[in-house]
Nanobody, 126 residues
């Protein structure tokens, strides 16, 4: 059983930064991937960033160069550093975890991941 809890969301002006954290307890079978997803009002959920258990990462084109996913294995915490935020980044952000697909990029479209946090709101004003 894996439990996930997000923190660090909030409101920021365009161009600002936020760092999301996701603390997890437990793990799935190896290899083990984690990802950040987001869902804006009236839009479908989309994968934002993913990381596997050897540190390989993948990003959606819309956040490449602005967001960085990382993991502190000692603290069992996943991070999403978000820089140069834009109003279109406004959404509920969720962390998720599961066994890895064949490539870490596959996590971005793996909406059937077994474990999800409850989500946290990020609001970016212009």
């Amino acid at each position: 059983l894996v439990q996930l809890m997000e923190s660090g969301g909030g409101s920021v002006q365009a161009g600002g930064s936020l760092r999301l954290s996701c603390t997890h307890i437990g793990s799935t079978s190896n290899p083990f991937c984690m990802g950040w997803f987001r869902q804006a009002p009236g839009k479908e959920r989309e994968g934002v960033a993913a990381i596997d258990d050897v540190g390989s990462t993948a990003y959606a084109d819309s956040v490449l160069g602005r967001f960085t996913i990382s993991k502190d294995y000692a603290k069992n915490t996943l991070y999403l550093q978000m820089n140069n935020l834009k109003p279109e980044d406004t959404a509920m952000y969720y962390c998720a975890a599961d066994s890895c697909p064949p490539s870490v990029a596959g996590v971005l479209t793996f909406y059937g991941m077994d474990y999800w946090g409850k989500g946290i709101l990020v609001s970016v004003s212009s």
